[in-house]
């Protein structure tokens, strides 16, 4: 059995100290090692921008690439080799921006990986400027006057294009966020994690203080049932998206490689790449 | 060449085809290659007729070419499918025209003046069709739509057709009777009769109208052998699928979406599958995810798509995943003419990318190659770990011919320098150096799941286990060893020579579909004279300088044939081999491919 110990390699993150993303880092390594994986079992593939560079600070294969596109990478990887286990991981610019036509369309297809966004409602590495999660009036280095165009709600699109685990978490609630993650991990198909992470630098409104002012736990909120998608909807919009906690699971439907017809229940990295003579006959017979 | 007709008059054909008319006898002209055309609108079943007339003749033994000129929409405006028929293989469309089926006007407005003076237009008599003055074709006016509506439908307008191609021919209409079948008959036997019943009601009518001036074109027999009749994207598809490729992410876009179509329906039986994506980036990408997870992954795009595609590409470079992009080019630039020949994205594929990478561009030349290269692209890939492109063109993707046999025993499994075998434990949880600078430039290439594997890999300039590194010495020793994979790569045949001169007065080059254009050509200006010798480059990059230079030095005269308006394999020929002032270039950019009279006549005027 591996502890959280054995996904840590010896590479110092290049984070600002007090960044949310070492928290999710750190969430990350106990998830694993408590859902039992070993490190080479763990395949982690990231976008680019400051928690893009998580991959590389994780004890497991690690995949960093180009910008906006961890998802179409993560479930090509998935596609390969099924044994695997693969999060995909990136900040809200990657996700949401640059990569929200790859973050719906994964969603929708439901390849059984698990996506963790670190939501720091600004562009970090690139010093400042406004991303698709900045609230409207936000001020940064590109919206000088403030932003004036309406934030995505990462939560609620998920659940309008058939997302199947929806969740929420703060990156100093650990505990919480560890525990969804292993929930990510385990649930049959695609999993989406949100995690506010907050950018100590260059956001300056939505602190961590800010944060615990204004998120509420859905274990709080009486009667919470994450089965119930319509109540999903309507308690992200009533809390304008700042829930925490497990938001919506649909255990029913099957994942992506479930559905489709005659894929192999062995990884296909495993399979022998002769084609026989036999075989190729018969395709090459179609043709005469 | 001077041919006789059964008055005993000369006929003057337009342009005479190799080995045209074997011989004439009262009424009859043997032939040995046949040009047919039909036309009409888009969504009227224009292919297939052809696809019917053609797999009929194909099963006989006879070669056949096909090319189909189509636009972009799928109902209305002006197709046609031009077909070849041969006792010998043919890789190019004919010059000329024997026989046109039109089902409208425009049919023989754009296309009779391919026609020769014998030719046929065989015409719907439902639009009244009316001959251009300046043919001297014949026209007859056919009940195609009246003979079928009276069978019960005119959809069956098309089989009249082929009856009445048929009589013309002295064809036994009873060897489009499998083929019916096969296309009818899940709608049961009386469809079938029916359909045939309206081949020979077309085959009787057009028996009897027959001018006795007009001699009936008779077909020499062909040998009898059944062979594939196939598009080069087809061929692209069952390489992949003989190299053992198992997944396919992949874009809609003509001329390139038949190659996931054909993935889709047979990757199940082998266990494997396609994911049609959300864009070009994410069909790029999940496949570099594919094949970094341990599988032979391809995506196959055009144009357009590719250039989606380039971050990717780099991506792939710098992180030496092994790739396989096929790149089936059509008219450029943005969306251009989506439905037609072009071979301009050469320098893109070879530069395409920021910064500098190592890649492997290969460009079949014949259906066959296209199988071969196909196999060999994903040997290569994971040999030199990584971008190999096989880039084609919508002439070889599309054009539809009879192919001599595939031998899938030929085709090798080659993973390059992938660990198969248990790692050694690495101290304190090191990294396996996945990057690690060697002689070859080729690292060991370990895969998620191998135990004491584990590296980081990234597009960010890393060191020798993938950790980021912004050193000057590592860059350095990071980019030589890339470049240095590269440098001696082994390739079966980088270009394809017919060079029978030691000394010629003419050296032809060209790429891809061009071959067949260039092959006829070069007979034509062999009777006419000249030395020449033919080179079609099978490796655009790296460039095979040391086969291509001997053969430009040899040659008083060199001429680059390329459908694009730049010359750019002239131009990276001039870069590679010099001889900047004997290079001189034959260049098409309408939208046609070339034909063999076009590359025979501008070869002529150099000399």
Redesign the interface.
């Known amino acids: 059995m591996a502890t959280f110990k054995d996904f840590r390699n010896d590479v110092k993150p290049n984070w600002c100290p007090g960044c949310g993303d070492f928290s999710v880092q750190a969430a990350m390594q106990r998830a694993a090692a408590n859902v039992g994986l070993l490190p080479e079992n763990l395949a982690v593939i990231s976008g680019i921008g400051c928690s893009g560079r998580i991959s590389g600070y994780i004890n497991a294969y690690g995949f960093h690439g180009i910008h906006g596109r961890s998802l179409p990478i993560a479930q090509g990887v998935k596609m390969a080799n099924r044994d695997l286990t693969v999060i995909a991981s990136g900040g809200d610019g990657d996700g949401y921006a640059i990569g929200m036509g790859h973050t719906i369309h994964a969603i929708r297809r439901n390849v059984d990986i698990t996506y963790i966004v670190m939501d720091n409602q600004i562009y970090g590495l690139t010093k400042g400027q406004t991303s698709p999660r900045s609230a409207v009036g936000f001020k940064t280095k590109s919206t000088p006057m403030g932003s004036i165009e309406q934030s995505i709600s990462p939560m609620e699109l998920a659940l309008t294009v058939g997302a199947t685990f929806v969740a929420q978490s703060f990156s100093t609630d650990l505990k919480d966020l560890t525990a969804l993650i292993e929930a990510g991990l385990n649930h049959k198909g695609f999993s989406l994690i949100n995690v506010f992470s907050p950018c100590v630098t260059y956001n300056k409104v939505n602190t961590y203080d800010w944060f615990k002012e204004n998120l509420t736990k859905l274990s709080d909120v009486e009667g919470y049932d994450a089965s119930n998608r319509e109540m999903a909807m309507q308690t992200l919009m009533k809390h304008n998206g700042l829930v925490t906690g497990l938001i919506y699971q649909n255990t029913e439907r099957p994942s992506y490689q479930e559905l489709l017809t005659d894929y192999s229940e062995e990884p296909l990295v495993d399979s022998d790449l002769n084609l026989d003579q036999a075989h190729f006959d018969k395709l090459v017979a179609e043709f005469m | 060449m001077e041919v006789r007709d059964l008055l005993g008059k000369v006929l003057h054909l337009e342009m005479i085809q190799t080995t045209y008319f074997l011989h004439i006898q009262r009424g009859v002209v043997m032939i040995n290659q046949l040009s047919w055309k039909v036309g009409g609108q888009q969504g009227e079943g224009i292919e297939s007729t052809g696809e019917i007339f053609a797999i009929a003749l194909?099963?006989l033994g006879y070669y056949l070419y096909g090319y189909r000129h189509f636009s972009s929409r799928i109902k209305g405006g002006h197709t046609n499918n031009k077909i070849r028929v041969s006792t010998t293989e043919v890789r190019s469309i004919s010059d000329d025209l024997d026989i046109l089926v039109a089902f409208d006007q425009e049919t023989i407005d754009v296309n009779y003046k391919e026609l020769h003076s014998k030719g046929v237009i065989l015409a719907d008599s439902k639009f009244n069709p009316k001959k251009p003055e300046d043919t001297e074709a014949s026209l007859y006016s056919v009940p195609f739509t009246e003979i079928a509506t009276e069978l019960g439908t005119s959809l069956m307008k098309n089989m009249v057709a082929i009856g009445a191609t048929s009589a013309v021919l002295d064809l036994d209409i009873h060897v489009f009777e499998v083929v019916v079948r096969e296309i009818f008959g899940k709608k049961g036997d009386k469809v079938v009769a029916k359909n045939m019943e309206a081949i020979q009601a077309g085959f009787d009518y057009m028996k009897e109208k027959m001018d006795a001036n007009v001699p009936t074109m008779v077909l020499e027999k062909a040998d009898g052998k059944?062979?594939?009749?196939?598009i080069g994207n087809?061929a692209i598809a069952?390489g992949a699928?003989?190299?053992?490729c198992?997944?396919m992410?992949a874009y809609p876009i003509t001329p390139a979406s038949d190659i996931m179509e054909y993935l889709i329906k047979?990757l199940?039986?082998?266990?494997?599958?396609v994911?049609q994506?959300?864009?070009e980036?994410?069909?790029a990408?999940?496949?570099?995810?594919?094949?970094?997870?341990?599988?032979?992954?391809i995506t196959a795009s055009s144009g357009p798509g590719l250039s989606l595609k380039m971050?990717?590409i780099g991506?792939a470079g710098i992180?030496e995943t092994p790739l396989v992009i096929v790149d089936t080019q059509r008219g450029g630039p943005s969306t251009g003419l989506p439905t037609k020949q072009e071979q301009s994205d050469l320098m893109a594929m070879i530069y395409g990318t920021h910064g500098e990478i190592p890649k492997i561009v290969m460009a079949p030349s014949t259906v066959q190659e296209a199988f071969y290269d196909t196999a060999e692209a994903f040997n290569l890939a994971e040999e030199y770990q990584c971008p190999v492109i096989v880039l084609s063109d919508l002439q070889l993707s599309l054009g539809k011919q009879t192919?001599e046999?595939?031998d899938?025993?030929k085709?090798e499994?080659r993973r390059g320098k992938l660990v198969t075998e248990e790692l050694p434990e690495i101290e304190?949880?090191g990294?396996f150096k996945r990057y690690e600078v060697t002689e070859d430039g080729v690292s060991p290439r370990s895969?998620?799941?191998?135990?004491?594997?584990?590296?980081?890999?990234?597009?960010?300039e890393h060191a020798e286990t993938?950790?980021?590194s912004e050193s000057a010495a590592n860059r350095n020793a990071q980019m030589d060893k890339r470049f240095r994979k590269v440098e001696n790569i082994r390739f079966n045949t980088p270009v394809y020579k017919n060079a029978p001169h030691e000394d010629a007065d003419l050296l032809i080059v060209g790429f891809n579909s061009t071959r067949g254009a260039i092959e006829e050509a070069m007979t034509r200006l062999e009777k006419d004279g000249l030395k020449v010798n033919h080179a079609q480059i099978r490796l655009i990059h790296p460039f095979p300088s040391d086969e291509v230079l001997p053969l430009v030095r040899s040659a008083k005269k060199v001429i680059v044939v390329e459908n694009n308006a730049t010359g750019q394999l002239a131009n990276i020929m001039k870069m590679n081999v010099g001889h900047a002032e004997k290079i001189t270039k034959y260049l098409k950019y309408d939208g046609n491919p070339f034909l063999p009279h076009e590359v025979h006549s501008k070869c002529k005027e150099l000399f």
């Open positions: 194909n099963r059944r062979r594939m009749f196939m087809d069952l699928l003989a190299a053992g198992r997944f992410a047979k199940p039986a082998v266990g494997g599958t994911i994506t959300e864009d980036i994410a069909a990408t999940m496949t570099i995810g594919a094949s970094y997870g341990g599988v032979r992954a971050e990717a991506l992180t192919v046999p595939l899938v025993s085709v499994i304190n949880k990294y895969i998620p799941g191998m135990k004491n594997g584990i590296h980081h890999v990234t597009g960010v993938g950790k980021p």
